[in-house]
T-cell receptor
Framework: AQSVTQLGSHVSVSEGALVLLRCNYSSSVPPYLFWYVQYPNQGLQLLLKYTSAATLVKGINGFEAEFKKSETSFHLTKPSAHMSDAAEYFCAVSQGGSEKLVFGKGTKLTVNP | DTAVSQTPKYLVTQMGNDKSIKCEQNLGHDTMYWYKQDSKKFLKIMFSYNNKELIINETVPNRFSPKSPDKAHLNLHINSLELGDSAVYFC??????????FGPGTRLTVL
């Protein structure tokens, strides 16, 4: 069975600083990996996805993530944080592209002025 | 032109009542889902329907019954509501196993 671990339930950065949100997965078959963002009192919005093509994936709002099979990781980065990036971020995995998404517990990103 | 919509947005009810949450998508997707997000923001899939057929049922109490009258709709009916059912319920849809698009959520509070 697949699972996702997000290291750090809270991450705080200064505006303009690098954002790094960590995600490690467990899957017995090649996974599809996703990052979603949830702004307060809203639904989830897809930031980016990995589906066995390029290992470096670029998403919306300047975010990108790199799939590293050897480390079973899919960390999310953004070079320069903006106040509007403050939100909850969820990493998710689906096994072999099945419809079932398994989510991590989320990381709350705070951006300080 | 909302992609995935849910009604109501907020639902406050007493223990023991029966309630329904409706979901509609206008994306032409063939798969729809219900997720539950608890007070700690943990998201867990409850059900998935593909072309009106149930394909995922994740150990959810049988007080929860999804109903899909057509591909564009997936409603969630909950009988005999309990305090522990308080959560935010999200509907989502996808075209097969591609990315899922989420609705705005329904915040259910059971008193």
């Amino acid at each position: 069975a697949q699972s996702v671990t997000q290291l750090g339930s809270h991450v705080s950065v200064s505006e303009g600083a690098l954002v790094l949100l960590r995600c490690n997965y467990s899957s017995s078959v090649p996974p599809y990996l996703f990052w979603y963002v949830q702004y307060p009192n809203q639904g989830l919005q897809l930031l980016l996805k990995y589906t066995s093509a390029a290992t470096l994936v670029k998403g919306i709002n300047g975010f990108e993530a790199e799939f590293k099979k050897s480390e079973t990781s899919f960390h999310l980065t953004k070079p320069s944080a903006h106040m509007s990036d403050a939100a909850e971020y969820f990493c998710a995995v689906s096994q072999g592209g099945s419809e079932k998404l398994v989510f991590g517990k989320g990381t709350k990103l705070t951006v300080n002025p | 032109d909302t992609a995935v919509s849910q009604t109501p947005k907020y639902l406050v009810t007493q223990m023991g009542n029966d309630k329904s949450i409706k979901c509609e998508q206008n994306l032409g997707h063939d798969t729809m889902y219900w997720y539950k997000q608890d007070s700690k923001k943990f998201l867990k899939i409850m059900f998935s329907y593909n072309n009106k057929e149930l394909i995922i049922n994740e150990t959810v109490p049988n007080r929860f019954s999804p109903k899909s009258p057509d591909k564009a709709h997936l409603n969630l009916h909950i009988n005999s509501l309990e305090l522990g059912d308080s959560a935010v319920y999200f509907c989502a849809s996808s075209r097969g196993n591609y990315e899922q698009f989420f609705g705005p959520g329904t915040r259910l509070t059971v008193l």
